[in-house]
């Protein structure tokens, strides 16, 4: 199997990521909201000894997001900062002292409906948001999307009083992307679209979302130094529709 290109930016070494400095970003308030949720725990971080053995180093670990939440991805983290925090704005409510139950009653006020695409994860995260938040959720997927995945999505509206649609839309995942900003607009009220890529005029909700990933990025931090006594020097990172990604550089790159 050929192996994937590999691109250096040795600049990067001396580049450091403002974005957490900015005056609206608290991420110790992001982890108090974060443990605020139902069921919330820490993951584990595992150690790979025999890997760490092999390569000559200290350690090595992995950090095990297969279960986050009561789901089986790291997605939630992001979905529920940034569904609140997006609320926050809506209904003009102060984010760093709004609790969750009144982000809730205020979005059930305005007959709030939120609005996503997904392949899968994301679109499980936003509707598991809509059925603690006892709002409904609109989850556009593309057309190859398994009906297992659906199901999965689906599920969170069971046994509660909460509408979850899930809409098949003909295309890929960038067609479903534009669905539900369409269907947003056209509906009403409008909807709330919480997507985790920024595109043309969307770009503060899916910025919201790479902060909700620092609750798991402290954990490493915090983990590595009450459990190993160590600090880390590399972090590895898979890259999708690139949140994570920008969440993992923003972190390691501001401190």
């Known amino acids: 199997m050929a192996l994937s290109s590999i691109y250096s930016n040795p600049q990067a070494q001396l580049w450091r990521c403002s974005d957490h400095q900015a005056p609206d970003l608290d991420l110790q308030r992001i982890q108090a909201f974060h443990r605020s949720l139902p069921d919330f725990n820490e993951s584990a971080l595992v150690p790979l000894d025999g890997l760490a053995q092999e390569l000559g180093v200290r350690g090595v670990f992995v950090k095990d997001e297969s279960s986050r939440l009561g789901l089986p991805a790291f997605k939630i983290l992001g979905a529920s900062w940034g569904t609140f925090r997006a609320i926050c704005d809506v209904v003009n409510l102060p984010a760093a002292t709004t609790s969750l139950a009144e982000a809730a009653a205020a979005a059930q006020q305005c007959n709030l409906t939120l609005f996503a695409a997904t392949e899968g994860n994301h679109g499980r995260a936003v509707a598991r948001m809509a059925r603690i938040l006892g709002i409904p959720a609109r989850i556009f ?36 992307v534009a669905a539900a900003s369409h269907h ?63 969440a993992v550089t923003a972190y390691a790159k501001s401190s």
Do not use: W
């Open 141 to 176: 997927v593309p057309e190859f999307t398994s009906e297992p995945v659906r199901q999965n999505i689906a599920s969170e509206g069971v046994g509660v009083d909460v509408d979850v649609d899930v809409i098949r839309v003909p295309g890929d995942y960038d067609s479903a």
């Open 184 to 246: 947003s607009k056209t509906a009403s009220p409008p909807g709330l679209v919480i997507q985790d890529n920024a595109y043309d005029g969307y770009v503060q909700i899916p910025r919201y979302i790479v902060h909700g990933y620092s609750t798991m990025l402290a954990e490493i931090e915090q983990q590595l130094a009450a459990v190993h006594g160590l600090a880390a020097t590399m972090i590895v990172t898979p890259i999708g529709v690139g949140s994570l990604g920008h």
